[in-house]
């Protein structure tokens, strides 16, 4: 990772891009891509996609979602105190202690989710964090001085927590589930700039919205786009950290490799193209299984309309939905070095069918 890249990452994912309200995040997202691509497309939500050759028929998306979890105001009591409802989903376990930001018209409110002292709790029987007793102070004094603050239902709210390096190989910080995506996808079209690789296809490098409530920005920039191949990129579990099953979660883990995923929504011929291309390109992988879905916007390209060929490349992250998600750089760099391999093998035309 180069000065150029570093300076992106650590802008990209210290700003804040809550489900709904990705806005500002997207526009570095672009700014930085720009110099890559023909042209770019956004939709009424917010989805941001860059294009490389935007006549060519044939068309291939990378994808990644550019959406973190976050909270809403739910409702303030006389007293000041706020309580919440989740944007995503956010864990209410890790909530107590920490600061927030809340995102007002008048700028940035600064909070903290309260907690009662260890002094004064029962030990015998003490209350766990749950949505109906964790609330946010911000030093108001009456539900009036809250209104005169900016503050209102609604607002939305994120932790206040910015990415960091980890000893030499990680990197952590909050909302890496899934800019860690973006910035991987965007320095798949940097690299293909400026290694001026000619593609006989048309690229769609798309940052997606709305992931973390169901998947609904890829479920609309699908239907606009109409892509032949989809190629998605998202977090998965490391499971060798404290408290994990490996025999419900699979043997996962942060520095072995990107994550190829089995499962219905993967189309088989397209897995086997990126199977083949690591191997061929030496580029370690992991492999993962899943069940009725990837639970990522995998589903909604490969579900959209008549059915577009779909695979994802995961990138093993610990402690998801956290803020400390921590990804091994090693990963991140063969991610960003199987899709840029990967779309060297795409054909123009190509026909991932089963049967022809």
């Keep these: 990772m180069d000065k150029i890249s570093k300076k992106f990452l650590f802008e990209y994912l210290n700003n804040a891009s809550p489900t709904g309200f990705e806005s500002s995040g997207q526009k570095i997202w672009l700014e930085y891509l720009k110099p890559y691509i023909n042209d770019y497309i956004s939709d009424v939500y917010g989805t941001v996609v860059g294009v490389i050759n935007p006549k060519a ?10 959406d973190e979890i976050s909270w809403f105001v739910n409702y303030i009591t006389d007293e000041g105190y706020i309580y919440v409802r989740r944007n ?34 029962d030990s015998g029987k003490e209350e766990t964090p749950t949505l109906k007793n964790i609330f946010i102070d911000i030093g108001a004094e009456s539900k009036k001085e809250v209104d005169e603050m900016g503050v209102h239902v609604g607002c939305v709210i994120t932790f206040e927590d910015g990415l960091m390096e980890l000893n030499k190989n990680y990197l952590t910080g909050r909302a890496l589930d899934n800019r860690m995506g973006g910035f991987m996808i965007a320095e798949v079209a940097r690299r293909l700039s400026e290694n001026k690789k000619k593609l006989p296809f048309g690229l769609y490098i798309v940052n ?23 190629i998605c990129t998202d977090v998965t ?56 879905s990837t639970g990522t916007d995998t589903d909604s390209f490969a579900y959209s309309a008549e059915g577009v060929a779909s695979a994802l490349i995961s990138l093993p992250l610990k402690y998801m939905h ?29 026909d991932f069918r089963y049967i022809k």
């Design 57 to 66: 028929p044939y068309k291939v998306v990378i994808e990644a979602h550019a």
């Design 88 to 121: 995503g989903g956010s864990d209410h376990q890790i909530a107590p202690s920490m600061r927030v930001n809340i995102h007002t018209d008048k700028g940035i409110v600064k909070g903290v989710f309260g907690w009662p002292a260890i002094h004064v709790r």
């Design 208 to 230: 997606a919205v709305q992931e973390e409530i169901g998947l609904r920005g890829a479920e609309m920039i699908s239907r606009k786009i109409k892509p032949d191949l989809a």
């Design 237 to 292: 579990h490391d499971t060798q950290s404290p408290m994990y099953n490996k025999k419900e979660s699979g043997n996962l883990k942060c520095g072995a490799g990107p994550v190829l995923c089995y499962g219905p929504a993967v189309q088989n011929n397209v897995l086997k193209m990126i199977i083949d291309t690591a191997n061929k390109k030496k580029i370690a992988f992991q492999r993962q299984a899943v069940s009725r």
């Design 322 to 350: 956290t803020t400390v998600e921590t990804v091994h750089k090693a990963d991140v760099e063969n991610v960003i070095g199987l899709i840029y391999e990967v779309l060297l093998q795409v054909k123009a035309g190509q």
